[in-house]
């Protein structure tokens, strides 16, 4: 998130970040699936996007890019090359 408030074009890789199950204020278990699939789409299109590391791994073969591993995103300065698909 504070990449984006920075202004850096963010991207979030999926399959790259792990969550745990988690019990909430109010007792309920929030299973992991669930957990990451929230967070993720909490994410996405407000703070970053979210791809998985297929595409990540596409856009390093298409053009170089300085890539930049921020603990649980990643980002180009310049944003992904242009074949790169979000997901």
């Not at 998130?1 to 792990?18: E, H, I, K």
């Not at 007792?27 to 970053?48: D, H, P, V, W, Y």
């Not at 990643?74 to 979000?86: M, Q, Y």
Request: aromatic content about 8%; proline content about 3%; charged content about 20%.
């Amino acid at each position: 998130r504070v990449g984006a408030d920075l202004g850096f074009t963010m991207y979030a890789v999926s399959d790259a970040v792990v969550a745990f199950d988690r019990v909430s204020w109010d007792g309920r278990l929030l299973k992991a699936e669930e957990l990451q699939l929230a967070t993720l789409t909490s994410l996405n299109q407000e703070f970053a996007t979210v791809i998985d590391s297929e595409a990540l791994l596409a856009s390093l073969t298409l053009a170089p890019a300085l890539l930049c591993v921020l603990g649980k995103g990643v980002f180009w300065p310049h944003g992904l090359p242009a074949r790169a698909t979000a997901r």
